[in-house]
T-cell receptor, first 116, second 113 residues
Framework: DTAVSQTPKYLVTQMGNDKSIKCEQN?????MYWYKQDSKKFLKIMFS???????INETVPNRFSPKSPDKAHLNLHINSLELGDSAVYFC???????????????FGPGTRLLVL | AQTVTQSQPEMSVQEAETVTLSCTYD???????LFWYKQPPSRQMILVIR??????QNATENRFSVNFQKAAKSFSLKISDSQLGDTAMYFC??????????FGTGTRLQVFP
């Protein structure tokens, strides 16, 4: 029944490793996002995909590569992990309603990444 | 660029009382959306309430209501009859019609018995 799910929920890894976080939504939405929440709880957009096409890329280091195999999935791959990548990563999804209005963004439970 | 400001880092309220969380934003757009999200210790981001800028009527959802002042660019959240389960971080957020959410820095709300 989970609307937006993320795996894994927790990820502990060493500096320099490569890791992936997966996101899936079963809401039939066509737009998905990745947000990063830092240690001070500040939330910031990283990427957005609409129908598998990248539409927002917010000056994120190119070590971060999102991939959308279909409109229900958006994965985030991170190469050469650094200490500063430690954060909670949230996936979200939404759709465009009739008349061009935006649906609310619904969030996944978050993935807490700790880089040692 | 749009910005969202939450000037109260922490607030506290007694159970059953009313509390108001402040939010101001800056934009030159006329068409946009405003949201309040709640993040309890479980860290799940939960939508509390949503307001479309073109609607003059303030949104309400049970015990939660907003005071939307478009000219003043103010969007405060009122929680009536506060409950212990309302303890959480509350984030105000702004969104244009086809864009991302821009969040404020959050207000930590503690409800005391």
């Amino acid at each position: 029944d989970t609307a937006v799910s993320q795996t894994p929920k927790y990820l502990v890894t060493q500096m320099g490793n490569d890791k992936s976080i997966k996101c899936e939504q079963n809401l039939g939405h066509d737009t998905m996002y990745w947000y990063k929440q830092d240690s001070k709880k500040f939330l910031k957009i990283m990427f957005s995909y609409n129908n598998k096409e990248l539409i927002i890329n917010e000056t994120v280091p190119n070590r971060f590569s999102p991939k959308s195999p279909d409109k229900a999935h958006l994965n985030l791959h991170i190469n050469s992990l650094e200490l500063g990548d430690s954060a909670v990563y949230f996936c979200a999804s939404t759709s465009i309603l009739a008349g061009g209005h935006k649906e609310t963004q619904y969030f996944g439970p978050g993935t807490r990444l700790l880089v040692l | 660029a749009q910005t969202v400001t939450q000037s109260q880092p922490e607030m506290s309220v007694q159970e059953a009382e009313t509390v108001t969380l402040s939010c101001t934003y800056d934009t030159s757009e006329s068409n946009y959306y405003l949201f309040w999200y709640k993040q309890p210790p479980s860290r799940q981001m939960i939508l509390v309430i949503r307001q479309e800028a073109y609607k003059q009527q303030n949104a309400t959802e049970n015990r939660f209501s907003v005071n939307f002042q478009k000219a003043a660019k103010s969007f405060s959240l009122k929680i009536s009859d506060s409950q212990l389960g309302d303890t959480a971080m509350y984030f105000c957020a702004f969104m244009r019609n086809t864009d991302k959410l821009i969040f404020g820095t959050g207000t930590r709300l503690q409800v005391f018995p």
